[in-house]
Nanobody, 114 residues
Framework: QVRLVESGGGLVQGGGSLRLSCTGS????????MGWYRQAPGKQRDLVAT???????NYGDSVKGRFTISRDNGKKALYLQMNSLKPEDTGVYYC????????WGQGTQVTVSS
């Protein structure tokens, strides 16, 4: 079965940076598109950024210009470099394919203070 493990979150002041990592077993990194998802407090999980096998990226409006998504297919890893963090970026971050499978990892908590 697919197993996804996210890491790299933490508590950071506004304007700070974090780098999130995701590793996956199975065939998920053969997916054409991978993405990072975020569940903010009191909100449903939404899509933050995506990247195709060929490296084409897309970002949600709220993170464009501040976040960078990347992938290493050989290492079966997905990354999210988060710069200029804002309190609105607070939430639990998950990785998955696009569309997502049913096998979500535990997520990694990102908390940005003002």
């Amino acid at each position: 079965q697919v197993r996804l493990v996210e890491s790299g979150g933490g508590l950071v002041q506004g304007g700070g940076s974090l780098r999130l990592s995701c590793t996956g077993s199975g065939s998920i990194f053969s997916s054409t598109v991978m993405g990072w998802y975020r569940q903010a407090p009191g909100k449903q999980r939404d899509l933050v950024a995506t990247i195709s096998i060929g490296g084409s990226t897309n970002y949600g409006d709220s993170v464009k210009g501040r976040f960078t998504i990347s992938r290493d297919n050989g290492k079966k890893a997905l990354y999210l470099q988060m710069n200029s963090l804002k309190p609105e970026d607070t939430g639990v971050y998950y990785c998955n394919g696009l569309p997502p499978t049913s096998y979500w990892g535990q997520g990694t908590q990102v908390t940005v203070s003002s």
